[in-house]
């Protein structure tokens, strides 16, 4: 059974490097692409990019000039890492795993517990 | 692309019929998913590729419609029914979802 794992720093100042690292266990880590999505207080899901096991990337354009997702084969391990935060970036934030099937069958079937991350001065 | 889902709300009681929409702002195929997200919990995959039930996932959830509209159906509500019901859209980047029903009990 895949569990998602995630951890990072859950308070940050104004203008600071928002860090965060989603471990995968149980199973395959390949074959996968692997998200982040996040959640403000009270509101709706936003995705933020995904990435796959090869690199691959892929950003939502409201974010790109400040995410970069990576990867750790060796660790099944990726990381979010999103620059210049400000209090508008507070939410929760989760990864999750997206199965890309034929036909149609695209959808996010496991998640990590979320983290909840605070931007405040 | 924009999913609009309706109602933003609704009350109903234990055994009810309950009907929500999603709908596209262009076609999106079946590429379209639903999730269940109860407070404090990560979302929750009930329904993929528009009508295919999630391995677990109780049958009185069904999902129909492709191209721009789209119906996620409980057809006998229970109490753990009770939560936030989101769309999403997988055809096209950046992927998004719907803002959101908040299912309440009656």
């Known amino acids: 059974q895949v569990q998602l794992q995630q951890w990072g720093a859950g308070l940050l100042k104004p203008s600071e490097t928002l860090s965060l690292t989603c471990a995968v266990y149980?199973?395959?880590?390949?074959?996968?692409?692997w998200s982040w999505i996040r959640q403000p207080p009270g509101k709706g899901l936003e995705w933020i990019g995904e990435?796959?096991?090869?690199?691959?990337?892929n950003y939502n354009p409201s974010l790109k000039s400040r995410v970069t997702i990576s990867v750790d084969t060796s660790k099944n391990q990726f990381s979010l890492k999103l620059s210049s935060v400000t209090a508008a970036d507070t939410a929760v934030y989760y990864c999750?795993?997206?199965?890309?099937?034929?036909?149609?069958?695209?959808?996010?079937?496991?998640w990590g517990k979320g983290t909840t991350v605070t931007v405040s001065s | 692309i924009q999913l609009t889902q309706s109602p933003s709300s609704l009350s109903a009681s234990v055994g009810d019929r309950v009907t929500i929409t999603c709908r596209a702002s262009?076609?999106?195929?079946?590429?379209l998913a639903w999730y269940q997200q109860k407070p404090g919990k990560a979302p929750k995959l009930l329904i993929y590729?528009?009508?295919t039930l999630q391995s677990g996932v109780p049958s009185r959830f069904s999902g129909s419609g492709s191209g721009t509209d789209f119906t996620l159906t409980i057809s006998s509500l229970q109490p753990e029914d009770f939560a936030t019901y989101y769309c999403?859209?997988?055809?096209?980047?950046?992927?998004?979802f719907g803002q959101g029903t908040k299912v309440e009990i009656k």
């Open positions: 999750n795993r997206m199965v890309r099937g034929v036909p149609a069958y695209y959808y996010m079937d496991v």
């Open positions: 149980g199973g395959s880590f390949s074959g996968y692409y």
């Open positions: 990435i796959n096991h090869s690199g691959s990337t």
């Open positions: 262009q076609g999106i195929s079946s590429y």
């Open positions: 590729a528009a009508s």
């Open positions: 999403q859209q997988l055809n096209s980047y950046p992927r998004t």
